[in-house]
Nanobody, 121 residues
């Protein structure tokens, strides 16, 4: 079965950097657009960014543009989220997701279980 497993979350201070990973299995990773989402306590899940199958295209939410970067390694079936200049409002559970659509992403087919990121102010 398809599994997406996020890792790398933790407790950091405002201004710090953190990198998350999402390891995929059970699917042909290079055929999926990959996205990152987060959900803060009491809020709806929000889109952070996405990267195309080849990694050529990406897009980001305005709230993270210039601070976060998504990359992928198709040989390792892994997508990454590099987060710089973290803010308190970046706190939340971070999820990766896989979309079988070609670019741009439309509807995500699979989701990971999430990893907690907590930014202390």
């Amino acid at each position: 079965q398809v599994q997406l497993v996020e890792s790398g979350g933790g407790l950091v201070q405002a201004g710090d950097s953190l990198s998350l990973s999402c390891a995929a299995s059970g699917l042909t990773f290079s055929r999926y657009t990959m996205g990152w989402f987060r959900q803060a306590p009491g809020k709806e899940r929000e889109f952070i960014g996405a990267i195309s199958r080849s990694g050529v295209y990406s897009r980001y939410a305005d709230s993270v543009k210039g601070r976060f970067a998504i990359s992928r390694d198709n040989a390792k079936n892994t997508v990454y989220l590099r987060m710089n200049s973290l803010k308190f409002e970046d706190t939340g559970v971070y999820y990766c997701a896989a979309d079988s659509s070609t670019w741009p992403p439309r509807s995500y087919d699979y989701w990971g279980q999430g990893t907690q990121v907590t930014v202390s102010s």
